[in-house]
């Protein structure tokens, strides 16, 4: 099922690589966008494609934090808990989430919309405390900010 | 004096192949086109420009040994992974001024003997991504790159790859393999990727800072460079100011600024009582708050006990606790870890564990003599730098603070409040 979702965008690059095995990478960023996560089916698909141990493109999924061997939420807010961050108060940014969104940190809402992400530095630090929800980025954050942004996807998530 | 910054601060300027040649872009590719690369190499090393990404290696010397390398082909990389804690200055060059880049990275195709280089850009710099995708489909059609550049019979082609959320990517040979898409696991140097890297081929690879210095190194002479800043480690510095400052931001200044002009003149001040700064990210080692006097170069910094690294100047006022920080800062390298070599993959873990322990009140005596050793065993044998560097800024703490440590361990008393001081 998964694998639908993204087969045409991996067999497009697939097709603009030759099959070759650097386009594990940009496959495995297609199947999280597209699908959320790289599933079982996915890896399985993208071994055979690339001629490769299926257990070569499992370690490189595993290996890297873009990538999830679990369904993550539509919308993945990385929070950034590295040192600028930290000193700032990116311990208050990730109790202000998991208040908002009664999760913990790492996990995803039970309706798969949200999933909070803490992640080392993302190059935001004069902004800091910083994240990233999905490819936007919101810097200076207080829990009032969060309150805020996390009404606006759940706006567009209602429309 | 602006190198890098020159255009990004002019009013107006918007980053389009249209501003950049209007502020004179192309001009040193063009120039450079009709030189010999070994009249290129000759004016870069007497620039003495040195790698901006943290290892400080002349790059007229990484570029000559890749041009005398016999294999081919040979590439040009450039390393966007932008990962050391603190650092956000390559981001603002790739999003504002990316044609600097492409300009750079074609002269150091033509030097090297390269038609195809890469930009191996973090997968979290999404903007920066499609600003560079547009950017270099622009060059293409103004022949600035492609086939027969500029009317030269040069030929080169840049390709965009993204990384996927790994600090160790940053280091080089850990970058290539991730290159070729695999997990980024560093490899055994020597051989150095000039000789064997991308494909295993001569690889010239540099950060982004770096090759944004070039074109004006070739429009104004290796000389001209050579007169900025610091004698012994000439040139301008993108510095990176975070924590607890006034004015957080980038600022490129000559490199003989000393920490206390850079934080007090540019960053308006620190924000609160000045405690402690890591100049170098998480990788380097803390300087006391009585040590603003050194000068913000690789030497300078070097003999300072810490290092310049990318220039990531962290502050941290005294409402901090140091070694809260220092667990924080090992609990970084923990989680980012490769796992190929054991000193780091065991160290970073159990130094974690030192650390959350003596925040619970569970320190022990011998704890620092232990953390001590670990630090030298992995500064002396692990594979990459992450690992040899993993212990620096809670080395340096426990150095500078050893009454904060001493206070957890022996009186189980966190003054600041910080530390849990109870299993958690
Ligand atoms: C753990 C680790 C992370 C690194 N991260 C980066 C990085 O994000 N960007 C970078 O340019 N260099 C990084 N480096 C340094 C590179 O290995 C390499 O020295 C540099 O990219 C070479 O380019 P330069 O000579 O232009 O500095 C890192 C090194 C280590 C050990
Ligand atoms: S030092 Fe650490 S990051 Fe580097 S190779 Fe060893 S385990 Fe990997
Ligand atoms: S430390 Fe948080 S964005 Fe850099």
């Known amino acids: 099922m998964s694998l639908e979702k993204c087969k045409k965008q991996l067999e497009t690059i697939l097709a603009g690589c030759e099959g070759k095995r650097e386009s594990l990478l940009p496959c495995l960023h297609a199947a999280c966008e597209q699908c959320g996560h790289v599933s ?61 969104l009664s999760i913990t940190a790492g996990q995803t809402t039970p309706d798969k919309k949200f999933t909070i992400e803490p992640v080392s530095c993302l190059g935001l630090c004069d902004k800091a405390p910083a994240m990233m929800v999905n490819e936007e980025v919101y810097g200076d954050l207080t829990a009032a900010k969060i309150k805020d942004i996390i009404n606006q996807y759940r706006q567009k998530e209602a429309k | 004096m602006k190198v ?87 981001r603002l060059i790739l999003e504002n001024d990316p044609h600097m880049l492409i300009e750079a990275m074609a002269i150091a195709g033509f030097t090297v003997g390269a038609s195809q280089g890469f930009i191996y850009i973090r997968g979290e710099y999404f903007k920066a991504y499609d600003v560079l995708t547009a950017a270099i489909e622009d060059a293409v059609k103004n022949n600035c790159l492609g086939n027969n550049i500029l009317g030269s019979d040069f030929s080169f082609n840049i390709s965009l790859y993204r990384g996927a959320g790994a600090y160790v990517c940053g280091e080089e040979t850990a970058l290539l393999d991730s290159l070729e898409g695999k997990k980024g696991q560093s490899r055994v140097k020597p051989p150095f990727p000039t000789f064997v890297g991308y494909q295993n081929k001569p690889t010239v690879l540099n950060n982004v800072e770096t090759l944004s210095n070039v074109p004006q190194i070739i429009l ?10 610091s004698a012994d480690c000439p040139g301008t510095k993108l510095y990176c100011l975070s924590g607890d400052v006034k004015k957080p931001g980038v600022y490129e200044l000559p490199t003989g600024i000393t920490l206390k002009e850079l934080i007090d003149t540019y960053g308006g001040g620190v924000d609160g009582k000045l405690k402690a700064v890591l100049p170098g990210g998480v990788s380097s080692s803390f300087l006391a708050a009585d040590q603003l006097d050194v000068k913000m170069d690789y030497p300078s910094l070097q003999k300072a006990g810490s290092m310049l690294g990318s220039a990531a100047v962290m502050v941290v006022n005294d409402t901090h606790c140091m070694v809260d920080l220092a667990k924080r800062c090992t609990e970084f390298f923990d989680y980012e870890s490769c796992g190929k070599c054991t000193p780091c993959r065991e160290g970073t873990k159990r130094a974690r564990e ?71």
């Open chain 1, 40 to 100: 079982e089916e996915v890896i399985s698909y993208l071994a055979e494609k690339l001629d490769l141990p299926r257990v070569e493109v499992y370690s490189a999924a595993s290996f890297y934090s873009m990538f999830s061997l679990e369904e993550m939420g539509k919308n993945v807010i990385r929070v950034c808990v590295s040192l600028s961050c930290y000193l700032k108060g990116s311990n208050k940014v990730i109790k202000a989430l998991e208040n908002e």
């Open chain 2, 4 to 90: 890098i910054l020159k255009n990004i601060e002019k009013e107006g300027y918007d980053g389009s192949i249209a501003s950049y040649i209007s502020e004179g872009g192309y001009e040193a590719l063009k120039i450079a086109l009709k030189k010999t690369p070994e009249d290129i190499l000759s004016e870069l090393k007497k620039s003495k420009l040195v790698g901006r990404g943290g290892a400080a290696f002349p790059t007229g010397m990484k570029w000559e040994f890749a041009r005398n390398s016999k294999e081919t082909p040979k590439y040009v990389v450039c390393n966007a992974d932008e990962g050391e804690p603190g650092t956000f200055k390559d």
């Open chain 2, 220 to 229: 104004n002479g290796g000389d001209w460079y050579s007169k900025i800043g």
């Open chain 2, 354 to 424: 030192i650390f959350i322990n003596m925040s619970q009140a569970a320190g022990e005596a011998t704890d620092i003599a232990l953390l001590k050793e670990l630090q030298d065993v992995m500064y002396d044998t692990s594979r990459c730098g992450l690992g040899q560097a993993a212990m620096n800024a809670a080395g340096s703490a426990m150095d500078k603070f050893p009454s904060e440590f001493e206070k957890h361990i022996t009186k189980k008393n966190c003054e600041l409040g910080i530390c849990p001081m109870e299993k958690v």
